[in-house]
């Protein structure tokens, strides 16, 4: 009996050691590329409710809906089904506009968010109630974020995590560069916060200015490239009205020639949006 004991106090003492010397296995995510580029894009176009499987099942509805209308006003199954992949494709499009609109005003209001921060640390508040104070106080648009991270602080008080589910709703890279400063800023202390936003606002605000004037600049290649883009379909879709005429292309010659087609838009658009709009900012610092 004194040996069983010794034995299992020697495996305690073993299992308690291990679990603070034993090396912790990262956390991989068993979603696949689909399901995390739809979470990704909902969270950068502000989406919130709607579930990655919920998205992705829409596109696949208004696809088949779209198919299934232009299969049944054609009598042409290639028409059906290159009509079907664009109506699919567009949620993702309206989403992708939607992320950008929301990048670009947020982009305008984080100087204004950083200055009403600074002034409230000047006032003599803490980080983490100057941050609260934005949801009251800051710009509209950024108010309910900064609202729950207020409610999130104040029922956790545990300030990094409050910052990393505030991170998670605004998911702007612009965004992600100001917590983690003011991260660094509450770890490291000392008086130099003040002068930290300041040229924190300042930096922001020279590049939104930058950035908006090149944008300007640049805006007409892109809406040439969706009017090109998008001349030959609208004539193919008047064209899906006259039954004599769009006969000719429900053939195999007539599938290449609509496939042929779909191909060399597609890289001509991307090739346009490649030349004429500036690189999005990407989310590096999640």
Do not use: H
């Not at 042409?76 to 494709?89: E, K, S, W």
């Not at 207020?150 to 890279?173: C, H, I």
């Not at 950035?211 to 064209?239: D, K, T």
């Amino acid at each position: 009996m004194g040996l069983l004991l010794g034995l299992f106090f020697g495996i305690g003492v073993l299992l308690i050691i291990w679990t603070f010397v034993a090396p912790r296995e990262a956390k991989v995510s068993t979603d696949g590329r689909l399901v995390t580029r739809s979470r990704d894009l909902l969270a950068a176009a502000g989406v919130e409710g709607v579930t990655p499987a919920a998205f992705i099942g829409a596109c696949v509805i208004t696809g088949f809906v779209a198919f299934l209308l232009m299969f049944l006003v054609s009598a042409a199954l290639p028409i059906g089904l290159v009509f079907g992949v664009m109506a699919g494709g567009a949620p993702v499009a309206l989403l992708k506009g939607r992320a950008r609109r929301r990048l670009a005003e947020f982009r305008e209001l984080w100087p204004d968010v950083v200055d009403n921060i600074a002034s409230a640390v000047r006032a003599g508040l803490s980080l983490s109630e100057a941050l609260a104070q934005v949801g009251e106080r800051g710009p509209l648009p950024l108010r309910e974020p900064f609202r729950r991270f207020g409610s999130d602080y104040a029922s956790t008080g545990r300030f990094a995590d409050s910052l990393d589910r505030l991170k998670a709703r605004l998911a702007d890279p612009v965004g992600d560069r100001v917590i983690e400063a003011l991260r660094i800023a509450r770890e490291v202390g000392g008086g130099d916060l003040g002068r930290l936003l300041r040229s924190l606002s300042s930096f922001l605000r020279d590049d939104a200015r930058t950035r908006s004037e090149l944008e300007a600049r640049q805006s007409w290649s892109v809406n040439g490239a969706r009017v090109a883009v998008a001349a030959p379909w609208l004539v193919l879709a008047m064209l899906s009205f006259q039954g004599d005429v769009i006969q000719r292309y429900n053939s195999p010659v007539g599938a290449l020639i609509i496939g042929i087609g779909a191909v060399v838009c597609v890289f001509a658009y991307r090739l346009m949006l490649r030349i004429g709009r500036l690189p999005e900012p990407e989310r590096v610092l999640r």
